[in-house]
């Protein structure tokens, strides 16, 4: 089974810093994607992000990228220029595209505040 | 507008009694998901459909039971023998189960008391 990790309950940053966003994860498999999801207060869960395995490529989605480590299994999401409305709820998660279709793996998650 | 609805936003019943939460979209996805999300937790998988009169338990699936009748819909039933079912609940959708991006519904906050 896969475990994915995060590791920092809450980070606080000022407007317009930059800021990283830890994730590890395990598994076994080769050939699987990871998912940086936003939840603002609201609930409703925002997909941020997206990287496949496959792609040694690091994917980027305007102020937001991030650094994928195959070898090392970590996958951060660097937000840059933060923005008042980047405070929410961070989770990272894991899917195996070809393990049975088991849906997504997330971790606790990471609650960011931007502060004013 | 295409999408994924949940309703209600807030359900309260007693302990004892069972209790349905819908969920229904449009996107003419084949593949749905019912995750369970608690204060400090990520989300957990409670069960997912791949195709209309298919289900597959998830991690969590003790105490729930569900139903794929039609391709829009999969209501998730909150059942007496989960023995705690207050927690926020999401559905959500893909266009099949590998290699893509699930969209999520608005969410219910279920209450039991």
């Known amino acids: 089974a896969q475990t994915v990790t995060q590791s920092q309950p809450e980070m606080s940053v000022q407007e317009a810093e930059t800021v990283t966003l830890s994730c590890t994860y395990d598994?076994?498999?080769?050939?699987?994607?990871l998912f940086w999801y936003k939840q603002p207060p609201s609930r409703q869960m925002i997909l941020v992000i997206r990287q496949e395995a496959y792609k040694q490529q690091n994917a980027t989605e305007n102020r937001f990228s991030v650094n994928f480590q195959k070898a090392a299994k970590s996958f951060s999401l660097k937000i840059s220029d933060s923005q008042l409305g980047d405070t929410a709820m961070y989770f990272c998660a894991f899917m195996n595209p070809g393990g049975g279709a088991d849906g997504l793996t997330f971790g606790k998650g990471t609650h960011l505040i931007i502060q004013p | 507008d295409g999408g994924i609805t949940q309703s209600p936003k807030y359900l309260f019943r007693k302990e004892g009694q069972n209790v349905t939460l819908s969920c229904e979209q449009n996107l003419n996805h084949d593949a749905m998901y019912w995750y369970r999300q608690d204060p400090g937790q990520g989300l957990r998988l409670i069960y997912y459909?791949?195709?209309?009169?298919?289900?597959q338990k998830g991690d969590i699936a003790e105490g729930y039971s569900v139903s794929r009748e039609k391709k829009e819909s999969f209501p998730l039933t909150v059942t007496s023998a989960q023995k705690n079912p207050t927690a926020f609940y999401l559905c959500?959708?893909?266009?099949?189960?590998?290699?893509?991006?699930?969209?999520f519904g608005p969410g219910t906050r279920l209450t039991v008391t």
């Open positions: 598994t076994s498999e080769n050939n699987y994607y």
């Open positions: 959500a959708s893909s266009i099949r189960t590998t290699v893509s991006q699930q969209y």
């Open positions: 459909s791949q195709i209309v009169n298919d289900f």
